[in-house]
């Protein structure tokens, strides 16, 4: 085991001993085994100027944004061109030794380095502005926070998830419907989430791609030598084999018979030139750089027989056609159903039901029918919307034809809205996923946001259903009592108004000091004179109040929500103090409510004590402990809970 495995296997360790310490009142190893493996771990930190995320000797810390800003990258990130074409591959390598690499299927994440730290973290979005992400990258498992190199460094790399830690998060969702689609958009919604908590237990890994910047480093103008040295900075690197385009045939069968392995979503491969400055000089196009390539592998088809077409409304309103096929086995999977998108394209396949389909999984992951053999015509469109019975109508935009559901009150419009009411940043509602709601709004039990606090009215049909039963019913019951208590920038959040996300609710609410009657009388002129609202904001949040209907679900919501307003934030008396706490309490429960209470006032709590520790809280303070030692070595003071208290100004 190299030295950074070893410290990849402290750090599991000495979490999971802080863990069942701090949170769980129980003792997985002694202060003594404790103290032992942290020195170990600090002495390989130290040999290798390597920290990595998650390590115990540095402190990250949790927080929440209310936006994630915007940054123009340095030098804009261009698509690569790509090929399934063997031939074309072998062309493109030509006469140089190229790495040949994964294209891994995740976030791609621009990071940059000074003085060794972390400074900035900013995702590809539209290959010119990206949206900066430090904040979420400080907890991705295995990023290192601290590097030896000390210059300004630029990097680039695949934010991810694997698929057994996907399949882990799947598993505790108990109902199918309501799981995660794949692991790319997961990983997509982790990384640009506004509170790092969340993207901390999505397990987010980082693999290094391409290295932009490392000052004053000699690469030999190789790539290779870029990816060794970011090897020994801590990175992990995306796998690799360098070829030619003698051995290249070898090498792609390698990958192929690998991928099945693999604990990775990859959609490809990427070939890029080992020679620096030969590939930078062949400059790019518009659209990609010339010193890349990537070789997607030719489609795995299977013909079947279309049995119909399924016509499944959104909450926008459009009635996407779905194919409905005998099942075939594609990429390791069954599957029966693929999108056809729109009428467009179904009348350009001309399906029918019974005809011969050819069909495909795009990127090896979403079906799609590549052909019909027998073309047999499409015959008739719905007039009728299937989830409401309204008429439907034909849309034409840009020679594109899509079908339209017409009924503004349609249940499936509905189904999105109300998925936004009981989500995490609006009322938090657990175990109300969108197939539940989409089953009881079919079934007429609810028709606005106030119904669901009257669910009771419809016990026994809800126990009786498919699905269901007392214990679920009790559950989601509970998890609804639980949101009647809440603040009102959820419940704006959470209303659906358009351009208002979680952010301004909670300016607009602030502004307006959190009365609910005097903002829904807002006007207009004071609601862009709010920093960060502006009038876009301002017309539509007006607007929304001006309908009645919109009224009569705010008011029918008031008989069941009791808002909070926020607290006064306690004074950070605390701020820049680090704490560790040994022994037991008497003023306090435990030490998990010890430790909340430093954390209110500003402080932290470490699991050992070492240079940066000011106060370790231990009742026995001539105790011959481990830790006491350790704070007798350093000068760290030895403080009981009753000198906590005084620090408060709160001493018996």
């Known amino acids: 085991m190299n030295r950074q495995e070893r410290m990849k296997e402290l750090i599991r360790q000495l979490n999971e001993a802080s863990k069942a310490y701090y949170q769980e009142d129980r003792e997985e190893m002694s202060n003594l085994e404790y103290d032992r493996l942290y020195d170990e771990l600090k002495s390989l930190e130290e040999e290798t100027q390597v920290?990595?995320?998650?390590?115990?000797?540095?402190?990250?810390?949790?927080?929440?944004?209310?936006?994630?800003?915007?940054?123009?990258?340095?030098?804009?990130?261009?698509?690569?061109?790509?090929?399934?074409?063997?031939?074309?591959?072998?062309?493109?390598?030509?006469?140089?030794?190229?790495l040949l690499s994964w294209k891994l299927d995740g976030l791609t994440v621009v990071l940059t380095y000074q003085g060794g730290e972390l400074s900035k973290a900013v995702t590809r979005g539209n290959g010119v502005v990206g949206e900066v992400v430090t904040n979420n990258a400080r907890v991705f498992v295995n990023l290192p926070l601290k590097i030896p190199y000390e210059g300004e460094l630029i990097l680039r790399g695949e934010a991810l998830i694997t698929y057994s830690d996907f399949e882990e998060i799947n598993r505790t969702i108990p109902e199918a419907e309501a799981r995660y689609k794949n692991p790319r958009n997961l990983c997509s919604g982790s990384v640009r989430q506004l509170d790092n908590r969340i993207t901390a237990r999505r397990k987010v890994r980082f693999y290094a791609f391409g290295l932009v910047r490392a000052e004053g480093v000699d690469f030999k103008n190789s790539r290779e030598n870029q990816m060794e040295w970011l090897k020994l900075q801590g990175f992990e690197t995306v796998p690799y084999h360098m070829v030619t385009a003698d051995d290249v045939?070898?090498?792609?069968?390698?990958?192929?018979?690998?991928i099945v392995k693999n604990d990775f979503p990859s959609d490809g491969l990427v070939a890029l030139y080992d020679d620096i400055a030969y590939g930078e000089s062949l400059g790019s196009t518009s659209k990609f750089p010339r010193n890349a390539y990537a070789f997607k592998w030719a489609d795995e088809t299977r013909q079947t027989k279309l049995i119909r077409i399924e016509w499944s409304p959104s909450r926008t309103g459009l009635i996407n056609p779905i194919a409905v096929f005998e099942p075939v086995e594609l990429e390791g999977t069954t599957v029966s159903r693929a999108s056809v998108h729109n009428i467009s394209i179904l009348k350009e396949l001309e399906l029918g039901e019974g005809d011969e389909i050819s069909v495909y999984k795009a990127n090896m992951i979403i079906p799609q029918i590549s052909e019909n053999l027998t073309r047999s015509g499409f015959k008739t469109l719905p007039s009728y919307c299937p989830a409401c019975g309204g008429e439907t109508k034909i849309q034409k935009d840009r020679e594109v034809e899509a079908l339209f559901c017409a009924n503004p009150e349609c249940p499936a419009k509905a189904i999105k809205s109300f998925t936004l009411f009981v989500s995490r940043d609006a009322l938090n509602i657990d175990g109300l996923s969108e197939a539940t709601l989409e089953k009881w709004i079919g079934r007429g039990f609810l028709k606005d946001f106030g119904d669901i606090f009257e669910l009771e009215r419809y016990r026994e049909e809800i126990v009786a259903m498919e699905g269901f039963g007392e214990k679920s019913y009790e559950n989601i019951m509970g998890s609804i009592d639980k949101a009647r208590v809440t603040t009102l920038p959820r419940l704006i959040y959470g209303l659906g108004i358009p351009n208002v996300g979680a952010a301004n609710a909670k300016l607009i609410c602030s502004h307006f000091a959190y009365d609910l009657d005097r903002l829904m009388e807002a006007p207009k002129e004071e609601l862009c004179e709010i920093d960060g609202v502006g009038e876009v904001i301002a017309q539509t949040f007006t607007e929304y109040f001006q309908k009645d209907r919109n009224r009569e679900v705010v008011e029918h919501l008031k008989k069941h929500l009791q808002l909070e307003k926020p607290e006064k934030k306690t004074e950070q008396i605390l701020e820049g103090k680090t704490f560790v706490i040994t022994g037991s309490v008497s003023h306090y429960e435990n030490r998990s409510q010890l430790k909340a209470e430093i954390e209110k006032y500003g402080g932290k709590v470490t699991g050992s004590v070492s240079s940066r520790t000011d106060y370790l809280i231990n009742n026995?303070?001539?105790?011959?402990?481990?830790?006491?030692k350790k704070a007798a070595q350093l000068g760290v003071s030895v403080i009981s809970e009753t000198d906590f208290l005084e620090m408060l100004g709160r001493a018996d």
């Open 51 to 98: 920290v990595l995320a998650g390590s115990p000797t540095l402190s990250v810390g949790y927080e929440a944004v209310d936006e994630l800003p915007k940054e123009t990258h340095e030098r804009p990130m261009l698509s690569l061109d790509k090929t399934k074409d063997k031939e074309a591959l072998k062309s493109f390598i030509g006469s140089q030794k190229t």
């Open 249 to 258: 045939d070898r090498e792609i069968a390698w990958f192929e018979q690998q």
């Open 620 to 628: 026995d303070k001539t105790s011959a402990s481990s830790k006491n």
